[in-house]
């Protein structure tokens, strides 16, 4: 399959809805992205952030209240659904119950009344790509919560768009049908080349997917960047604690000098690279992964157990260290000293592990 895919160019977009007594809400709030041709992005965030209403307004579902929306280079605003260069892959799968597989993937061409030959071939490809060959003639009540996901996703591809929308497409699998299904998609993405803009509120989905994600909050972005920026950089406090488990750990800087912050923490001083604006005396917050934490007899902060729970592949803690509790996850706990809640411990981590915001 040839793709020729296109950047989407979001700029100053904004959707206000009037609710009783004319009450404003800004589902969306001024927000500007842009995303790459080939490149497959996820809009990430809580229920109520804005991420679906963005992904409509894209698709034409939605229009917007301010803004321009720009799909290869053409501004889009004012085409219905049919006539932008994009599709879209639904949660609810949307497939026809009375047609088979094939003429499910087939309807959309047979709607722009190409050759009966083209068809075939354009499907016959499709069914191959996403490994439902030999399916053809099943109907959708009779293929699982996996298949009839590839059969929509074939729909949406074989009508070469020029990009390709997701709205929650996993949800309604179980937790392993998912794991396999994301990795599929995204194989498939990378093979054909196609851009991909996908909405989840599953982080793990987003890190495993994306090429980068944006997070929202609110109806506005709160940070654009890949997994690993996001996860080991974030920009705000909301961001951090939502991709993943953070601790979130109360310091002051002392002094800032040639990309190097020394830091007050629980009594103790330890140097950290720090690329941001704060200046010395500034409190701040040191986001420190809970998997970055080591505990033992030796350390670098004192502090007490008050949570030890065995996972298999690792063993979960809590310590209280000052005013301060620190999640540990430690990793392989079956050749390591196992902690009780009560026990006097010692944490340490690398500074280089620790993120200042």
């Excluded at 709205?167 to 995204?186: G, H």
């Excluded at 923490?265 to 690329?275: D, Q």
């Excluded at 063993?315 to 902690?339: A, L, R, S, T, W």
């Amino acid at each position: 399959m040839e793709k020729r895919s296109k950047g989407v160019n979001i700029k100053n977009l904004s959707k206000i809805y009037i609710g009783a007594n004319n009450n404003e809400f800004k589902a969306v709030d001024n927000i500007s992205v842009d995303i790459r041709p080939g490149e497959f992005v996820t809009l990430l965030g809580p229920s109520g952030c804005g991420k679906t209403t963005t992904l409509r307004m894209i698709a034409g579902f939605e229009i917007p209240t301010m803004g321009e929306i720009y799909l290869g280079g053409d501004k889009i605003n004012d085409l219905p659904p049919d006539k932008r260069d994009s599709a879209m892959v639904f949660q609810s799968y949307a497939l026809f119950p009375h047609y088979n597989i094939y003429d499910n993937i087939a309807y959309g061409l047979k709607l722009k009344k190409i050759s009966k030959d083209e068809i075939k071939n354009k499907v016959d490809n499709i069914i191959e790509l996403v490994g439902l060959k030999g399916m053809e003639n099943r109907y959708p009540n009779q293929l699982s919560g996996g298949q009839q996901q590839r059969v929509a996703l074939a729909r949406a591809l074989v009508m070469e768009p020029g990009v390709l929308l997701f709205d929650e497409p996993l949800s309604n699998l179980d937790a392993k049908l998912r794991v396999y299904m994301r990795t599929e998609i995204r194989k498939i993405q990378q093979k054909v080349g196609i851009t991909a803009v996908y909405v989840t509120h599953d982080q793990s989905e987003a890190m495993s997917l994306s090429d980068r994600i944006i997070i929202m909050n609110k109806g506005i972005i709160e940070q654009v960047g890949t997994p690993k920026e996001v996860y080991y950089t974030p920009k705000t406090e909301f961001v951090a604690d939502f991709i993943g488990t953070a601790n979130f750990i109360s310091a002051t800087i002392d002094s800032v000098e040639n990309g190097i912050a020394e830091v007050s923490i629980c009594g103790k001083k330890m140097s950290i690279p720090y690329k941001g604006d704060k200046k010395g005396g500034s409190a701040c917050k040191l986001v420190l992964r809970p998997e970055a934490v080591e505990i033992g007899r030796e350390g670098f902060l004192e502090g007490k157990v008050t949570l030890s729970t065995f996972m298999g592949s690792y063993q979960d803690y809590v310590v209280k260290v000052g005013e301060e509790e620190v999640k540990i996850q430690h990793n392989n706990p079956q050749v390591k000293e196992i902690f009780n809640e009560g026990e006097n411990v010692k944490v340490s981590f690398s500074p280089y592990n620790v993120h200042i915001i």
